[in-house]
């Protein structure tokens, strides 16, 4: 059975930085697309960044050169790096998975899991 489950969310100031992590249980993820997002109240979920079987990354335009998506390997664990963090990044954010390796398809259609997801607040 696949789980996401997610950590590292939490309050910090404008400026600050966050590391988010997503331990998958159930299965080996580094052989499927896996991404982040985050939605705030009344807003769709938007695509924060994805990372595909091949390591290669790709980025909201509001997360380019601040955000940073990773994996491990050996821990099964997919990371959001968080830098220079503005009160426009505060949401829930949520783990995802696809069945796939690639990360097309689960843009176009949507991933198959998803994690809870963990609330970050920015202070100002």
């Known amino acids: 059975q696949v789980q996401l489950v997610e950590s590292g969310g939490g309050s910090v100031p404008a400026g600050g930085s966050l590391r988010l992590s997503c331990i998958a249980n159930?299965?080996?993820?580094?052989?499927?697309?896996m991404g982040w997002y985050r939605q705030t109240p009344g807003a769709d979920r938007e695509e924060v960044a994805t990372?595909?079987?091949?390591?290669?990354?790709t980025y909201a335009d509001s997360a380019k050169g601040r955000f940073t998506i990773s994996g491990d390997n050996v821990k099964n664990t997919l990371y959001l790096q968080m830098d220079s963090l503005k009160p426009e990044d505060a949401a829930v954010y949520y783990c995802?998975?696809?069945?796939?390796?690639?990360?097309?398809?689960?843009?176009?259609?949507?991933?198959?899991?998803w994690g809870n997801g963990t609330l970050v607040t920015i202070t100002s």
């Open positions: 990372l595909d079987k091949d390591g290669v990354a």
């Open positions: 159930g299965y080996k993820a580094s052989g499927y697309c």
């Open positions: 995802a998975s696809d069945s796939r390796s690639y990360c097309d398809y689960a843009r176009k259609y949507g991933m198959d899991y």
